[in-house]
């Protein structure tokens, strides 16, 4: 296969490690953030956030050349005569927003001696948001629809969803005028963060992620080892990237985490008529996925149905929405489908973005999802190299269609960044060299990020961390969920310094860590659901 690529030349930078000898040398009289009020639309109910921009390279080999600006925020500790640092904050993606995250975790119920503790700085990474955002140029009636690939049926398929994976990488490098993509990567953002450490005035940093969030965390705790100071790393992809292989953990992390839904189901047969059995609710799914198939309803066919469910086992909230939807189509009923979609009641059409549109919606108008989809683009296919020809994916298709039927055939599927420019550098290798102050939480049915990407950097940091274990199927861990022994294990280690001596199991749990009173329930409720989590 012919590999399109971005125009120009990939700069090659240094690799990723020893970074602590390189790279803190971007400003020798660093410029104090300015803070001030946040952009119209972030954290609107969260006055007290303020927002500041700080410029970095674009280019780290050319620490002196072109600028371009990375919006943080900050909910400052109530209480700074007894503040311990600065809690950076990552949400995920990659392509995720995170200026408004201080607040939210705020409003989720985050324990107040963190809050007390921290400055509490959120960004939006490097091509994001307000942080020289990148474009592809999509459009709302783009046949690219979500960044999780299609499930394919067969090998035709994978053939069918290549040619429009390599246009959409055409058209991303066709798009980039400003010469922004090639630089948009894990290595170059977890150096902006390093610059943010030193315009903040801090020796160290501490640092909250979660999903690809842990993988950033993961690289800044590599490059820059002895500069940071608590690290807790959740739901973890299992390295410094959401490489190919993560992305094919979506195949067995759906099978890990469907019984879950099986039995929410199966108990309220009476009322979703999905199976009375998990055994059967299972059958069921695979039934209607061949239906939808041969007649789809409402634009919906079987790949798109086992996307919606893939996303709705995210967390245990979005099970009846999801059990809803799956209701709907199995009674062809597209009215309902129709009026579904409209009130945004689908759960995957929030999770992920694009699902709502698809070929004639919207006509050609520009694609609210655009940067979304091409900052993600644009992290995953810069950080590791991916294969690029069809017959790699067509096998491995048919593998893990056979492994992992739900949803295997979509997470082995075909990619942009198989027609993607090789990467400027290799991926940040995790040292096992450094402070022990990583603390990795993992559930133990996580659809999106299965255990075993804890398994795989608790393996990696070596003596550096510690790895928790939560029976649990959600997508996220502290504060997210809210386990009380996960919680109190990462509240202790964020405030005190006190990591587990040694891995820790955390056991399924129907109370709650956090013990919100009702006003402050209602208020995590809606958060939580304006996150679709």
Same mark, same amino acid.
């Given at each position: 296969?012919?590999?399109?690529?971005?125009?120009?030349?990939?700069?090659?930078?240094?690799?990723?490690?020893?970074?602590?000898?390189?790279?803190?040398?971007?400003?020798?009289?660093?410029?104090?953030?300015?803070?001030?009020?946040?952009?119209?639309?972030?954290?609107?109910?969260?006055?007290?956030?303020?927002?500041?921009?700080?410029?970095?390279?674009?280019?780290?080999?050319?620490?002196?050349?072109?600028?371009?600006?990375?919006?943080?925020?900050?909910?400052?500790?109530?209480?700074?005569?007894?503040?311990?640092?600065?809690?950076?904050?990552?949400?995920?993606?990659?392509?995720?927003?995170?200026? *408004? @995250?201080? #607040?939210?975790?705020?409003?989720? /119920? =985050?324990?107040?001696?963190? +809050?007390? !503790?921290?400055?509490?700085?959120? %960004?939006?990474?490097?091509?994001?948001?307000?942080?020289?955002?990148?474009?592809?140029?999509?459009?709302?009636?783009?046949?690219?629809?979500?960044?999780?690939?299609?499930?394919?049926?067969?090998?035709?398929?994978?053939?069918?969803?290549?040619?429009?994976?390599?246009?959409?990488? *055409? @058209?991303? #490098?066709?798009?980039?005028?400003? /010469? =922004?993509?090639?630089?948009? +990567?894990? !290595?170059?953002?977890?150096?902006? %963060?390093?610059?943010?450490?030193?315009?903040?005035?801090?020796?160290?940093?501490?640092?909250?992620?979660?999903?690809?969030?842990?993988?950033?965390?993961?690289?800044?705790?590599?490059?820059?080892?002895?500069?940071?100071?608590?690290?807790?790393?959740?739901?973890?992809?299992?390295?410094?990237?959401?490489?190919?292989?993560?992305?094919?953990?979506?195949?067995?992390?759906?099978?890990?985490?469907?019984?879950?839904?099986?039995?929410?189901?199966?108990?309220?047969?009476?009322?979703?008529?999905?199976?009375?059995?998990?055994?059967?609710?299972?059958?069921?799914?695979?039934?209607?996925?061949?239906?939808?198939?041969?007649?789809?309803?409402?634009?919906?066919?079987?790949?798109?149905?086992?996307?919606?469910?893939?996303?709705?086992?995210?967390?245990?909230?979005?099970?009846?929405?999801?059990?809803?939807?799956?209701?709907?189509?199995?009674?062809?009923?597209?009215?309902?489908?129709?009026?579904?979609?409209?009130?945004?009641?689908?759960?995957?059409?929030?999770?992920?973005?694009?699902?709502?549109?698809?070929?004639?919606?919207?006509?050609?108008?520009?694609?609210?999802?655009?940067?979304?989809?091409?900052?993600?683009?644009?992290?995953?296919?810069?950080?590791?190299?991916?294969?690029?020809?069809?017959?790699?994916?067509?096998?491995?298709?048919?593998?893990?269609?056979?492994?992992?039927?739900?949803?295997?055939?979509?997470?082995?599927?075909?990619?942009?960044?198989?027609?993607?420019?090789?990467?400027?550098?290799?991926?940040?290798?995790?040292?096992?060299?450094?402070?022990?102050?990583?603390?990795?939480?993992?559930?133990?049915?996580?659809?999106?990020?299965?255990?075993?990407?804890?398994?795989?950097?608790?393996?990696?940091?070596?003596?550096?961390?510690?790895?928790?274990?939560?029976?649990?199927?959600?997508?996220?861990?502290?504060?997210?969920?809210?386990?009380?022994?996960?919680?109190?294990?990462?509240?202790?280690?964020?405030?005190?310094?006190?990591?587990?001596?040694?891995?820790?199991?955390?056991?399924?749990?129907?109370?709650?860590?956090?013990?919100?009173?009702?006003?402050?329930?209602?208020?995590?409720?809606?958060?939580?659901?304006?996150?679709?989590?």
């Amino acid at each position: 296969m012919v590999t399109a690529g971005l125009g120009g030349t990939l700069i090659t930078a240094a690799p990723a490690i020893a970074e602590e000898t390189r790279i803190p040398h971007a400003a020798a009289e660093p410029v104090k953030p300015a803070w001030g009020k946040c952009p119209t639309g972030v954290a609107p109910g969260a006055p007290q956030l303020q927002c500041a921009k700080v410029p970095v390279p674009l280019d780290y080999s050319k620490p002196d050349g072109r600028k371009i600006e990375i919006l943080i925020s900050r909910l400052a500790s109530p209480k700074p005569a007894g503040r311990r640092g600065v809690l950076l904050l990552n949400p995920g993606g990659p392509g995720g927003s995170g200026v *408004a @995250q201080p #607040a939210e975790l705020v409003a989720l /119920g =985050l324990p107040a001696t963190v +809050s007390a !503790a921290y400055d509490l700085i959120g %960004m939006d990474p490097r091509g994001v948001g307000h942080s020289s955002p990148v474009s592809c140029g999509f459009r709302a009636d783009d046949e690219y629809a979500a960044n999780i690939p299609p499930y394919a049926e067969n090998s035709a398929a994978v053939v069918r969803q290549a040619k429009i994976v390599q246009r959409v990488a *055409a @058209q991303c #490098a066709a798009n980039d005028k400003q /010469g =922004l993509l090639p630089h948009i +990567s894990t !290595a170059n953002t977890a150096r902006d %963060m390093d610059q943010i450490r030193i315009a903040l005035g801090e020796q160290k940093i501490s640092f909250f992620g979660a999903s690809y969030g842990s993988a950033l965390g993961s690289a800044y705790a590599s490059m820059f080892r002895e500069r940071t100071d608590r690290i807790v790393l959740d739901s973890n992809p299992g390295t410094t990237s959401l490489d190919r292989a993560a992305v094919r953990r979506f195949g067995p992390g759906m099978e890990q985490r469907f019984p879950d839904f099986a039995k929410f189901a199966a108990a309220r047969h009476a009322g979703y008529g999905l199976g009375r059995t998990p055994a059967e609710v299972r059958r069921n799914f695979f039934a209607l996925a061949e239906q939808l198939d041969r007649k789809p309803v409402d634009g919906i066919d079987g790949a798109t149905f086992r996307l919606y469910v893939f996303a709705g086992l995210y967390g245990d909230s979005r099970f009846p929405l999801t059990a809803q939807i799956w209701q709907s189509l199995a009674g062809s009923d597209d009215a309902a489908v129709q009026r579904q979609r409209a009130d945004g009641r689908m759960p995957a059409v929030r999770a992920l973005p694009g699902l709502s549109a698809g070929p004639g919606t919207a006509g050609a108008a520009p694609s609210p999802y655009d940067n979304a989809f091409s900052s993600f683009l644009a992290v995953t296919c810069n950080d590791t190299a991916w294969p690029t020809d069809v017959a790699t994916y067509q096998r491995d298709v048919a593998r893990d269609r056979k492994r992992f039927p739900m949803f295997g055939a979509a997470g082995a599927n075909i990619s942009p960044c198989a027609y993607w420019p090789r990467p400027a550098e290799p991926p940040v290798r995790i040292t096992k060299d450094g402070p022990a102050n990583v603390l990795i939480l993992q559930n133990l049915r996580d659809p999106a990020t299965p255990h075993l990407g804890g398994v795989l950097l608790r393996k990696a940091f070596g003596h550096r961390a510690r790895l928790v274990s939560v029976d649990a199927g959600e997508h996220g861990v502290y504060v997210y969920d809210d386990n009380p022994c996960a919680l109190n294990l990462t509240t202790t280690y964020l405030v005190d310094g006190t990591l587990p001596r040694r891995d820790t199991f955390c056991s399924a749990s129907t109370l709650s860590g956090l013990n919100l009173d009702a006003a402050a329930q209602r208020t995590r409720a809606a958060v939580l659901d304006r996150l679709d989590r």
